[in-house]
Nanobody, 115 residues
């Protein structure tokens, strides 16, 4: 069993930056591929970025060049660096750990981009 806890969300002005963290307990994140997802009010949850066990990354077109997903030096952490934020980035952000046969989700952290 893996428990995931996100942190780092908050209120930021357009053009600002935030760094989200995902900390796992119960297992080691390097055994899983990881991803960040977000869900805005009234919209479906969407993939933001992913990183494989080997470190290959993938980004949604809407965030490519602005967001960076990475694994921490500690074996149970993952990050999402978000720059040049705009109001369309407002959502609850979730981290996910997954293999081909199972997946685990965190509870989410709210990101609000507003002046």
């Amino acid at each position: 069993q893996v428990q995931l806890v996100e942190s780092g969300g908050g209120l930021v002005q357009p053009g600002g930056s935030l760094r989200l963290s995902c900390v796992a307990s119960g297992s080691i994140l390097r055994e899983f591929s990881m991803s960040w997802h977000r869900q805005a009010p009234g919209k479906q949850r969407e993939l933001v970025a992913s990183i494989t066990i080997g470190g290959t990354t993938n980004y949604a077109d809407s965030v490519r060049g602005r967001f960076t997903i990475s694994r921490g030096s500690a074996k149970n952490t993952m990050f999402l660096q978000m720059n040049s934020l705009n109001p369309e980035d407002t959502a609850v952000y979730y981290c996910k750990a997954f293999t081909s046969v199972r997946e685990y989700w965190g509870q989410g952290t709210q990101v609000t981009v507003s002046s």
